[in-house]
């Protein structure tokens, strides 16, 4: 068995921006330059921002044009005064580059800054990130108002942290970015073009490339089909992203290198790999717009699940997005940046929270690792796109309302329990989710090409079966360190990167426990389908070979039947479950098999199996099947392999259970469970354990009685009121090894 690793901990934010005593950070995107009319506006959000316990405002985001109204005419009396202000305030300052919406000026005097479509179209104005990111002329424009913004605020003490730029995306296709794209392939292979065209398989319809100035970006009017191609220009737009944002970091740098920088990231957004853009930030930080009510979310990717389960359903889906966030920055500090207060205006359904909802899922980021709540946006705007978008203050203009008060209830919430920040998640299970594996994979034409390979949604499902059982969980990509899990779990992993096989064989061997599914070990980084057949480099430590995968029409099923039910604390005791979508068709080379498929030609043929490798094991399951296969799968796994959890005890579904964890200098430990309850339903909690404290309970959704922070609880706190939260503090020898 593995043992568990020790975690530092992590430094607080407020401490990285301050110096202070740990606190927990409360704001939201701040945009004064819309009001500089009406100074009384700008006068009286300062007094909202106190009565709603704010601490800290993103300030600058879309404001180039208030900054540089035209060519090097700079306009910063503004911001001046508003920084002046909100220090006066004791509320801190995330200063943003303004670079997510270029003037007008700009793209007037300059079109080449304009992005080009993939059609070979030059936009028009407008919008945001429309602009090349390979241009000198918008580089050098952006590093100019970036020097400037340094050398004016870089030693302000508002200024705590550079927020750089706003969730950075998409892509050009101009000739600059084709110039690029062939400078970065000939460095990537080395000058060699028979090693690009053997990556590529351009043999195959004769699209072998004889010069480099032949290759060009995928076109819909052009060469879309050659998946070498499609994979390498994705990389590409991550590579010329984080150059882009690289040189942001460094005109910064050039002047104030002591504030650490953050950009928001948006979940599991499908164009940009996160992991890479992680590495260069001093915090990670992300934008979370679920929408609450049972009927969709938003975390980058649509999950396909029936959220006609409950909000419970959705914070898990919201819990994975949040663990995927904080692990890109491998343990640098984790922000919430923006949420919404009430509701969303772009989804097709514009919800509003409901009563308690706001501040249980604020406090679900919390949980998560999150040292902060901030909102987009404070006040509304009154016209364009967003002007109906939540905000902290509606148009009315003041405090009275139902939305301001549930956001001083998280200012409240969060100045209790101040004491958490810096604190770690800690987690001694993982679950691979690796961008190029999901561009490669549902680029693959089969065995599906409509809506159900669903790999996010995949990875989302394994992650809820562990966190179901209060398992600590991080979202990692197959680049990052395995040997501080004891269990590691890859769904779907199509792709196997170079080395990527040899550490998971060497983790099975040291002792840990693997999971992988079927269509899994399909192809190599340059997706070419491995010649040795599947799951490729996984398959001595899998101990199977998988033939071939049937796809499943929307209404088929097969059935998966154990040899004997599993056996846990919380299984469902089946011995059968509904297989659909995709089923492999393995054949045992050493493995063990635990189930079989009962209908079909392939009746009795493995779906489920397990290998023994040196000290460790490796488990296949070679189809789709409903959740309840995977809670039970996994509950028995917990139950014998026994990794971090915030309780052992059963709780009810809608109840999300995680822990944050300290590690002190003279050996203790203080941990924080926190237990929220996503259903408007009471539910029932394990009691207090020995030594463990209630330090939060939140306010009644329905009375509004506030009864927090409360210290000392007795052993009768078990029950947890319809979205309420409460939160736990163990502080001494660790509670499970004394």
Not at 57 to 84: C, N
Not at 482 to 502: S, W
Request: net charge negative; hydrophobic share 35%.
């Amino acid at each position: 068995m593995r043992a568990h690793s020790t975690v530092n901990n992590r430094i607080p934010v407020i401490r990285l921006i301050d110096g202070e005593s740990p606190r927990l950070l409360h704001g939201a995107d701040y945009n004064p330059d819309q009001w500089l009319d009406s100074p009384a506006i700008l006068n009286e959000d300062i007094r909202l921002m106190q009565l709603a316990r704010v601490n800290v405002v993103s300030l600058g985001i879309f404001s180039w044009v208030a900054l540089e109204p035209e060519e090097d005419r700079f306009t910063f009396d503004w911001l001046d005064e508003t920084i002046e202000r909100l220090w006066n305030a004791e509320v801190f300052v995330f200063l943003a580059t303004p670079t997510g919406a270029r003037p007008t000026w700009m793209s007037q005097t300059y079109p080449e800054v304009l992005r080009v479509q993939a059609n070979r179209v030059r936009n028009l104005h407008g919008g945001r990130h429309n602009h090349c990111q390979t241009s000198p002329v918008y580089r050098e424009r952006t590093r100019i108002i970036n020097t400037r913004l340094a050398e004016r605020y870089g030693g302000h003490p508002a200024v705590r942290l550079w927020h750089l730029s706003n969730e950075y995306r998409g892509e050009c296709h101009c000739p600059l970015c084709q110039q690029a794209f062939r400078a970065w392939l000939e460095e990537r292979y080395a000058g060699d073009l028979d090693a690009l065209n053997k990556a590529w398989w351009t043999s195959f319809w004769s699209h072998t490339f004889t010069n480099w100035d032949q290759i060009e970006s995928p076109a819909p009017h052009g060469e879309p089909h050659v998946h070498g191609l499609n994979l390498d220009w994705k990389r590409f737009v991550t590579y010329q992203t984080r150059d882009f944002m690289r040189a942001e970091i460094a005109a910064i740098r050039a002047v104030s290198p002591d504030i650490p920088v953050t950009t928001n990231l948006m979940g599991f957004f499908p164009g940009i790999d996160y992991f890479k853009i992680g590495a260069d930030l001093d915090v990670v930080s992300w934008d979370s717009y679920p929408t609450w009510g049972g009927f969709g979310s938003d975390t980058g990717s649509q999950m396909e699940i029936d959220f006609q389960a409950g909000d419970w359903r959705l914070a898990s889906i919201i819990g994975t997005a949040h663990d995927l966030m904080r692990c890109c920055g491998g343990g640098k500090p984790f922000l919430l940046m923006e949420s919404t207060p009430s509701m969303t205006n772009w989804t097709p359904v514009a919800k509003k929270k409901r009563p308690g909802v706001h501040l249980a899922s604020s406090l679900l980021a919390v949980a998560h690792g999150s040292d902060s709540v901030q909102y987009f946006q404070w006040r509304k705007s009154r016209g364009s796109v967003e002007k109906l978008h939540g905000a902290v203050i509606d148009h009315v203009g003041h405090e009275h309302t139902r939305v301001f008060a549930d956001v001083a209830d998280v200012g409240d919430a969060l100045d209790a329990l101040g004491e958490i920040a810096g604190t770690t998640y800690p987690a001694d299970i993982a679950v691979i989710f690796d961008w190029e594996n999901k561009w490669a994979l549902e680029d693959a034409k089969g065995p599906r090409n409509d809506d159900r390979l669903l790999y996010t949604e995949t990875v989302e499902r394994h992650h809820h079966a562990l966190t179901r059982f209060s398992a600590q969980v991080d979202v990692i990509d197959s680049g990052r360190p395995f040997d501080r899990y004891k269990i590691l779990i890859a769904p779907m992993l199509y792709m196997i990167k170079p080395g990527v096989a040899e550490r998971i064989v060497d983790f099975v061997r040291s002792g840990g426990t693997f999971v992988a599914t079927y269509w899994t070990g399909i192809v190599n980084e340059s997706d070419l389908c491995f010649t040795s057949g599947f799951p490729g480099p996984l398959a001595d430590v899998l101990g199977i070979w998988s033939e071939e995968t049937d796809a499943l029409y929307p209404p088929e099923t097969n059935t998966v039947r154990m040899h004997a039910p599993f056996t846990g604390a919380r299984t469902s005791g089946a011995r059968e479950y509904q297989a659909r979508d995709l089923c492999d068709l393995i054949h045992l080379r050493g493995a063990e098999s635990l189930a079989e498929y009962g209908d079909d030609f392939y009746a009795g043929r493995p779906a489920l199996t397990r290998n023994a490798h040196g000290d460790g094991q490796a488990y296949y399951i070679a189809s789709r099947n409903e959740e309840c296969f995977l809670g039970d799968f996994y509950a028995a796994l917990v139950e014998t392999i026994r990794p971090t959890r915030a309780y052992d005890e059963e709780l009810p579904e809608s109840v999300h259970a995680t822990l944050r964890h300290a590690a002190n200098d003279d050996g203790t430990v203080t941990e924080y469970r926190f237990l929220i309850n996503f259903d408007s339903d009471p539910a029932r909690v394990p009691p207090p354990a020995d030594g463990e404290a209630v330090i939060y309970r939140s306010p009644s959704p329905n009375t509004g009685a506030a009864d927090r922070p409360a210290t000392g609880a007795s052993h009768s706190d078990t029950r947890l009121p319809g979205y309420g939260v409460q939160v736990r503090r163990f502080h001494g020898p660790h509670p499970r090894t004394g």
